[in-house]
């Protein structure tokens, strides 16, 4: 999105612990300005016309005539077609530079990720192409800042599904059981960042809570 931002970041006053952090605020933050700048201007135009045709006023009520109600018409369009236009370009190439990032080229390690009402399991695997596991990890999944991982959301044979949720590193992936999904991260800042179910899994699935991955 560099040629539209140029250095600005709409997100800069946001952590951006990951790269796609800052893409997917940008997009936010555009939907918003301009929502609330069509917001304003609608608003405006009403309290302008509501005062101007008020009840009693001297404002003229003659019809527009056929040529100029069908210019207005035609700017109406055109106006609502660029900014539709505009704001599916911005998104679609976004999420395409969020797509280029997910690939398995220079991953520095895998890891398994399984769901479980109701916590995550974290799991090494013997890092090559069979990606089997190897151990099971204890305590937070911890990961070193710039480096880019692989990691394997899946969700317990027989449990249900889930989502591994964690906000500021952008991440947010489905768990289903018998099924896995990959996620690649590249941590950008070294902290600890909470870790959600974003899938109503069960009775206990607010306190699926309280596991970390920490970056160093
Ligand atoms: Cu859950």
């Known amino acids: 999105m560099m040629f539209l931002f140029g250095n600005i970041n709409f997100a800069s006053g ?15 933050y555009l939907s918003l300005a301009l929502s609330v700048i069509l917001g304003i201007f609608v608003v405006i135009l009403l309290i302008f016309f509501a005062y101007k045709y008020r009840e009693g006023s001297s404002a003229k009520r003659k019809k527009m005539s056929p040529k100029a109600e069908r ?3 035609v700017i109406w369009i055109g106006l609502s077609i660029i900014l539709i236009v505009f704001a599916t370009g911005v998104t679609i190439i976004s999420t395409n530079d969020v797509n280029a990032t997910q690939t398995s ?37 911890v990961l070193e800042v710039n480096k880019k991982y692989e990691l394997i959301i ?11 949720f964690v906000y500021d590193l952008g991440i947010k992936q489905d768990a289903i059981p018998g099924r896995t999904s990959s996620v690649f991260i590249e941590p950008k800042t070294t902290g600890l960042y909470e870790i959600r179910c974003a899938q109503f899994c069960g ?10 991955i920490e970056v160093v």
Request: glycine share 6%; proline share 0%; hydrophobic share 35%.
């Open 154 to 164: 899946t969700s317990g044979d027989r449990d249900v599904i889930h989502s591994f």
């Open 71 to 73: 210019n207005l018409e």
């Open 14 to 28: 946001l952590q951006s612990s990951a790269d796609n952090v800052e893409t997917v605020w940008n997009i936010a």
């Open 203 to 212: 009775s206990g699935h607010y306190a699926m809570v309280g596991q970390y």
């Open 105 to 141: 080229e220079n991953v520095e390690m895998t890891f398994y990720v399984e769901g479980n009402r109701f916590s995550w399991s974290f799991f090494e695997t013997n890092n090559d192409k069979s990606k089997n596991i190897s151990a099971q990890i204890i305590g937070n999944l």
